[in-house]
């Protein structure tokens, strides 16, 4: 039966190259690019057989084993990929659960990802090879640290298949993947502002010191620990490895057994009642087009994702500038007016989210003014309260309310000036979007010129806007605290101005270019 379970998986990855000739291309750079990476960190790993460092190879191979393994687990957790050996395809043949579970665990075994990662434990154990002693526990290492990676990627796959079965639930995983990923940047930035020619290697003895004696790092570090000399802590973290591998296999029993009896999610229809926001808007031509927005920015995930993303950037931005030794008093200024030049961005394409759905408003009859208007509803709603929320913490953080007004008016300029410019923009040169339904992470056909064009352009236009407002405000922390006043009016003023314009101007744009907006939704 096991041997049916490999038949299968090698005829799976033949598959994989009776696709299109495009496709099979894809694969096989794919195929040549992870192998070929491969063979030189096993170069690299046979070529550390002769330093004398055992300490610093121990610490590097520990650290580096140890985010494998970590990878192994999160990536199918988070992002979700299609398990084409899910155990819930063999509910009908009457397999033993332990049967079943050993064919599976054995076939994760065939593959790029373990082929690759074979070779590169072949080179530890290599690395390692300088007594008999340190020669077998680098092999028993390396198969134990090979086992339990495919047995880790075979436990988050199918809890993945079986959490994140609907597009929901991916789209939320892949939301969380994204952010997982963005909230870890501080940390790198961290990393690299560490002085490692002198504090480099303390550094990695402790990270390495603690994750050796953990199940991600444990196999990884016994055949270190015997070359160190350390043979009583490589016996130890030998059965930290082996007792984590028989934890894991029972836990991967005991989730097959339950995948077995489990029937797939299914996204559940949700009941509404009355109109929603077309209840709540002015039954105008706004009203309508802004209730259709405040719509999407609840339910389309090609939205909500930007509103999940838009706290993490000021925190990517304030970790470097701290770091570097930026003053607090500069540094907690940024976070506001960045967040509002993010959300009057936005809207800059707009229209082409809509996609063939643009047809409602040019048929209809909709003025490009309300049609313009309307689309900027809940995104004011939203800067308003950024502004005002984000100006009261800053105020706190800071403890001087002088730069109040200045605060207020550079953020005012940048979220008004985008939307106006935008408003614009989303009428004159619609580029192609992600289409309603599809993942928010998907990237569609584009031509690259237009749509860097657009999007430069909206955010140069909005930087140009508050340029005025961001000298008055310079002045007023560097000569006189009466020229925040003036940051203030300059913001607020050219913000509203620009926001006119651009609804008046991108309204007679959209009624001017109803045709070739809808000929473009219907080509992307």
């Given at each position: 039966?096991?041997?049916?379970?490999?038949?299968?998986?090698?005829?799976?990855?033949?598959?994989?190259?009776?696709?299109?000739?495009?496709?099979?291309?894809?694969?096989s750079?794919?195929?040549?690019?992870?192998?070929?990476?491969?063979?030189l960190?096993?170069?690299?790993?046979?070529?550390?057989?002769?330093?004398?460092?055992?300490?610093?190879?121990?610490?590097?191979?520990?650290?580096?084993?140890?985010?494998?393994?970590?990878?192994?687990?999160?990536?199918?957790?988070?992002?979700?990929?299609?398990?084409?050996?899910?155990?819930?395809?063999?509910?009908?043949?009457?397999?033993?659960?332990?049967?079943?579970?050993?064919?599976?665990?054995?076939?994760?075994?065939?593959?790029?990802?373990?082929?690759?990662?074979?070779?590169?434990?072949?080179?530890?154990?290599?690395?390692?090879?300088?007594?008999?002693?340190?020669?077998?526990?680098?092999?028993?290492?390396?198969?134990?640290?090979?086992?339990?990676?495919?047995?880790?990627?075979?436990?988050?796959?199918?809890?993945?298949?079986?959490?994140?079965?609907?597009?929901?639930?991916?789209?939320?995983?892949?939301?969380?993947?994204?952010?997982?990923?963005?909230?870890?940047s501080?940390?790198?930035?961290?990393?690299?502002?560490?002085?490692?020619?002198?504090?480099?290697?303390?550094?990695?003895?402790?990270?390495a010191?603690?994750?050796?004696?953990?199940?991600?790092?444990?196999?990884f570090?016994?055949?270190?620990?015997?070359?160190?000399?350390?043979?009583?802590?490589?016996?130890?973290?030998?059965?930290?490895?082996?007792?984590?591998?028989?934890?894991?296999?029972?836990?991967?029993?005991a989730?097959?057994?339950?995948?077995?009896?489990?029937?797939?999610?299914?996204?559940s229809?949700?009941?509404?009642?009355?109109?929603?926001?077309?209840?709540?808007?002015?039954?105008?031509?706004?009203?309508?087009?802004?209730?259709r927005?405040?719509?999407?920015?609840?339910?389309?995930?090609?939205?909500?994702?930007?509103?999940?993303?838009?706290?993490?950037?000021?925190?990517?931005?304030?970790?470097?500038?701290?770091?570097?030794?930026?003053?607090?008093?500069?540094?907690?200024?940024?976070?506001?007016?960045?967040?509002?030049?993010?959300?009057?961005?936005?809207?800059?394409?707009?229209?082409?989210?809509?996609?063939?759905?643009?047809?409602?408003?040019?048929?209809?009859?909709?003025?490009?003014?309300?049609d313009?208007?309307?689309?900027?509803?809940?995104?004011?709603?939203?800067?308003?309260?950024?502004?005002?929320?984000?100006?009261?913490?800053?105020?706190?953080?800071?403890?001087?309310?002088?730069?109040?007004?200045?605060?207020?008016?550079?953020?005012?300029?940048?979220?008004?000036?985008?939307?106006?410019?935008?408003?614009?923009?989303?009428a004159?040169?619609p580029?192609?979007?992600?289409?309603?339904?599809?993942?928010?992470?998907?990237?569609?056909?584009?031509?690259?010129?237009?749509?860097?064009?657009?999007?430069?352009?909206?955010?140069?236009?909005?930087?140009?806007?508050?340029?005025?407002?961001?000298?008055?405000?310079y002045l007023?922390?560097?000569?006189?605290?009466?020229w925040?006043?003036?940051?203030?009016?300059?913001?607020?003023?050219?913000?509203?101005?620009?926001?006119?314009?651009?609804?008046?101007?991108?309204?007679?744009?959209?009624?001017?270019?109803?045709?070739?907006?809808l000929?473009?939704?219907?080509?992307a």
């Amino acid at each position: 039966m096991v041997a049916q379970f490999l038949r299968l998986k090698l005829r799976l990855l033949g598959n994989i190259f009776q696709r299109s000739p495009w496709q099979v291309v894809g694969v096989s750079l794919g195929l040549v690019y992870g192998l070929g990476l491969a063979a030189l960190l096993f170069a690299a790993l046979v070529g550390l057989r002769t330093v004398e460092e055992v300490a610093v190879i121990r610490d590097v191979l520990i650290v580096a084993g140890s985010a494998t393994m970590l990878g192994f687990i999160v990536f199918p957790l988070l992002f979700g990929i299609d398990d084409t050996m899910d155990p819930r395809r063999f509910a009908l043949f009457g397999i033993p659960d332990r049967t079943l579970a050993l064919g599976l665990a054995l076939s994760a075994a065939i593959g790029i990802p373990a082929t690759a990662l074979g070779i590169v434990l072949l080179g530890t154990v290599v690395t390692w090879s300088r007594g008999i002693g340190e020669t077998l526990l680098a092999i028993v290492g390396a198969a134990l640290a090979f086992a339990t990676c495919l047995l880790f990627s075979r436990v988050a796959t199918s809890i993945a298949s079986l959490l994140l079965s609907t597009r929901r639930a991916k789209e939320i995983g892949g939301v969380l993947g994204l952010v997982v990923v963005v909230a870890l940047s501080p940390v790198i930035v961290v990393l690299l502002s560490i002085d490692w020619a002198e504090n480099g290697l303390l550094v990695l003895e402790g990270i390495a010191g603690l994750l050796g004696w953990t199940p991600l790092g444990a196999a990884f570090a016994v055949p270190g620990d015997a070359a160190s000399g350390l043979w009583g802590p490589a016996v130890l973290k030998l059965l930290i490895a082996g007792a984590s591998l028989w934890v894991l296999w029972l836990a991967w029993r005991a989730l097959v057994s339950r995948m077995l009896v489990t029937p797939g999610r299914e996204a559940s229809a949700r009941q509404y009642r009355g109109l929603g926001w077309f209840d709540r808007m002015p039954h105008t031509p706004a009203g309508a087009v802004a209730a259709r927005s405040f719509t999407y920015w609840g339910r389309d995930a090609r939205y909500w994702v930007s509103l999940v993303m838009l706290p993490l950037v000021p925190l990517l931005v304030l970790v470097p500038l701290t770091l570097a030794g930026f003053p607090i008093g500069v540094t907690a200024l940024i976070p506001v007016p960045l967040v509002c030049l993010l959300l009057g961005w936005t809207l800059h394409n707009d229209t082409a989210y809509d996609s063939t759905a643009v047809w409602l408003h040019i048929v209809s009859g909709v003025r490009g003014s309300a049609d313009r208007l309307g689309r900027l509803v809940p995104v004011l709603v939203g800067g308003v309260l950024v502004i005002g929320v984000g100006s009261a913490v800053t105020l706190l953080a800071l403890d001087d309310d002088t730069v109040l007004p200045s605060l207020i008016g550079v953020s005012t300029a940048l979220l008004l000036g985008g939307l106006g410019i935008g408003s614009i923009g989303s009428a004159w040169l619609p580029y192609p979007a992600v289409k309603p339904g599809d993942s928010p992470f998907q990237q569609p056909q584009s031509t690259g010129t237009v749509s860097a064009l657009v999007q430069s352009l909206t955010m140069l236009g909005s930087a140009l806007v508050a340029a005025p407002a961001v000298w008055f405000a310079y002045l007023g922390l560097t000569d006189d605290v009466r020229w925040h006043a003036l940051s203030f009016m300059a913001g607020t003023g050219a913000g509203l101005l620009v926001l006119v314009v651009g609804i008046l101007a991108g309204g007679r744009i959209f009624d001017r270019r109803g045709p070739e907006i809808l000929g473009s939704a219907l080509r992307a």
